[in-house]
DNA sequence: TGTTAATATATGATTAATCAAATATAAGAT
DNA sequence: ATCTTATATTTGATTAATCATATATTAACA
């Protein structure tokens, strides 16, 4: 499972706990790569514990609830290791609008644009969120060999918007010189 | 859920049994937009039977096993327009290869270009996949309503492919020219 | 003093999807 | 005669993800 592994990984940034990895991981960059809730987290960290992979320790905080902290055992490192080489399968995708245009033939076209368009403002709003993430560009020679790769991930994330992006432009001109019925 | 609706409108193209609607509907063209194996499609047929949004009708055939022949509903009729007019969110994708690369700095480059190298072959064997099918293009004015929307969704399909590919590419070149370590 | 917000963890219930396998009929091939 | 293939449906088990909610501590605020 790729959100054991992701978990992992983040661990191995940096020990943290499980409220940390919701707010400042997969509440942020992460989110765009693997989304995943608290309830998931909390317990993806419970498995790795008795996997042995990573350990937990109790911090004891006067002003605030205490925390329980993970780091990454030699174990575990080793096995994110052994998985980051693993050849993975293609993500499967299930996209409701494509259903929805692919029976679409029946709806008037004004309806067909009205979904075509909140989808281009949807994707719009999620374009610009990965976009204000903060990384060096690709040709950025100062570029840490971490930064790149996430510089890599993001232009994924964004590319495939803009993809999508030009599509409902494409789509909502064609549906506009359709005759309907 | 986006099965059922697909199902529906399926079923409202022409009436089929569960097995029908998997040889040749999600094996086929629907496997690019929402994959669904037989369990869950036999399964989805009796919930939507329960709805009263399909109506079942044995065949019973001599030289074949009996089937069980679905047919939309009025109510069913009713139900699909209804959601095919719903906003829906966007698709949630979970991407193994990006948590990788997003942890990869820790890899020598070969093995990352390996990683990409192998969804290169996956990806454009799917792009090769979407390109057989047969739908008249979009500029093609002799094309039914249907065969428009249907082309439509398999462009977002190539293009979707296209971009990826060409994003491995990049990948691949710029992990080439990285300083290991 | 009581309320809300932020921090922090845990659990129950349910849905959606996957995997595996069982069952049955008949045609066609070896 | 037996094996395989295609047709056709059903069920059990499990995983992954989501939703809702419960619990606890302290700070800040009104």
Chains 1, 2 share one sequence.
């Not at 949807?122 to 060999?145: F, G, H, Q, T, V």
């Amino acid at each position: 499972m790729s959100l054991a592994h992701a978990i992992l990984g983040l661990l191995q940034q940096e020990e943290r706990t499980g409220y940390d990895l919701k707010t400042s991981c997969f509440n942020q960059t992460v989110a765009h790569l693997w989304p995943a809730d608290q309830a998931q987290i909390y317990r993806t960290l419970d498995k790795l514990v008795e996997q042995g992979w990573i350990s937990c320790t109790v911090k004891i905080q006067r002003d605030r609830p205490n925390r329980k902290v993970y780091s990454v055992t030699a174990s575990g490192k080793a096995e994110l290791t052994r998985w980051l080489q693993c050849s993975q399968p293609l993500p499967i995708v299930r996209d409701p609008l494509l259903i929805q245009l692919y029976f679409a033939d029946q709806l008037p076209n004004a309806a067909i644009i009205q979904l075509l368009e909140q989808q281009l403002i949807a994707r719009r709003e999620k374009l610009a969120e990965c976009e204000n993430i903060e990384l060096p560009m690709l040709n950025d020679k100062s570029a840490s060999r971490d930064q790149v790769m996430q510089r890599l991930v993001l232009e994924l994330a964004i590319q495939r918007e803009k993809t999508y992006i030009d599509w409902l432009k494409t789509g909502i001109d064609i549906i506009s010189c359709q005759k309907e019925e």
